[in-house]
């Protein structure tokens, strides 16, 4: 049977921007409860700035303490050399760097401009592969940016081009602020294709405007097969005001499962880690499934 990979990103994207401190025994048991799902890669820190993402500061306990299930990808934001080392220290199996298709966001995000991150970047991708570790690479506002409105998927390409020349293994596209409908989708990745093969490439949506499932739903027709999600919806993303959380993940197992494909994820599972974070953080559950969801269906 055909199947997806998802890449979790509750524990990171999710819960960075959380505006209370989230105690570090509940961002492991978060991680642990996604494991326990079948989830089997997980973006479980973010070795970023403490100064820039308060929320952050505890990647390495969280990454030392977990209890790892065999199979599974824990992997981690490594925005710089310094971020990289720690994340080694931590035991990341994965790293990830991050910049944009726009200027202005990523100034915002980085405090550098698209051609010095991507400078930045090539030292941590040459020491993360000298150790065995595989690198993601995102690319944000590939569908909008809050600051420069709409993003041409040429920009785009441009710069998941250049971070796939540069070594990254894989390229996630992003939209930041989930401005994206299914025909601008379709149109990006078209373009990006031209310059990763469709095998590297994974949506990264955020469902600000209610179009991230639609959208997925486009990519996928395109034969794109790995998505990011978060679980209950969580997230958000302290440089774009007014951005909501990555799609939902138990939406998107709730959907790939009725198109027939296979995630190897145990959706009553997930619908239950959901609300048990969603209670944790005082939140409503963002995921419609998680909500919806009977212990009989
Ligand atoms: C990139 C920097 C560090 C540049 O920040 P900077 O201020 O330009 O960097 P700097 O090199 O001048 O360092 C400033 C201070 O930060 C420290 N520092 C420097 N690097 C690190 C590090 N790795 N870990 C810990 N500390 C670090 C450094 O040691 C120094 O400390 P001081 O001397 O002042 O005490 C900063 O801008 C930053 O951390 N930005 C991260 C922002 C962030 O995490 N955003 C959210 C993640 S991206 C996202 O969510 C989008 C995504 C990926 O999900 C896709 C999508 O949806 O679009």
Redesign the pocket.
């Known amino acids: 049977m055909d199947s997806v990979r998802l890449v979790e990103m509750g524990p990171r994207?999710g819960l960075?921007n959380e505006p209370v401190q989230v105690p570090t025994h509940i961002k492991i048991e978060l991680v642990e409860r996604l494991a326990d799902c079948g989830l089997t890669h997980i973006e479980a820190a973010?070795?970023?700035?403490?100064?820039?993402?308060p929320q952050m500061a505890d990647g390495s306990e969280v990454l030392t303490a977990i209890r790892r299930r065999q199979g599974v990808i824990y992997s981690a934001?490594t925005?710089?050399v310094?971020?990289l080392e720690?994340a080694l220290a931590a035991g990341a199996d994965e790293v990830a760097v991050?910049t944009a298709a726009s200027e202005s966001f990523c100034r915002k995000?980085?405090?550098c401009s698209v051609a010095q991150s991507l400078e930045r970047f090539t030292p941590v991708l040459q020491l993360a592969h000298e150790h065995g570790l595989r690198v993601r690479g995102?690319v944000?506002?590939v569908l909008g940016c809050p600051y420069e409105g709409d993003i041409t998927p040429a920009a785009v390409a441009r710069v998941a081009g250049a971070l796939y020349r540069l070594g990254c293994d894989e390229i996630s596209l992003?939209d930041?602020i989930g401005t994206g409908t299914p025909k601008k989708a379709i149109a990006m990745l078209s373009a990006v294709r031209q310059e990763v093969p469709l095998a590297r490439l994974a949506a990264?949506f955020?469902d600000t405007y209610g179009q991230a499932l639609a959208n997925l739903y486009a990519v996928l027709e395109q034969g794109l097969r790995i998505i990011d999600s978060s679980v209950a919806g969580l997230g958000g993303?302290?440089?774009a005001k007014g951005a909501t959380g990555n799609v939902a993940s138990e939406d998107v197992v709730y959907l790939l499962h009725g198109l027939g494909l296979e995630t190897g994820v145990n959706l009553d599972r997930l619908v239950h880690t959901g609300r048990w974070i969603s209670r944790r953080l005082g939140r409503v559950n963002g995921a419609k499934t998680g909500l919806a969801w009977h212990p009989n269906k």
Do not use: E, R
Request: with cysteine; charged share 10%; proline share 10%.
């Open positions: 994207d960075q973010s070795f970023v700035s403490p100064k820039w993402v934001l925005p710089n310094k971020g720690a991050f995000n980085i405090n995102y944000s506002t992003g930041t990264h955020h993303c302290p440089y």
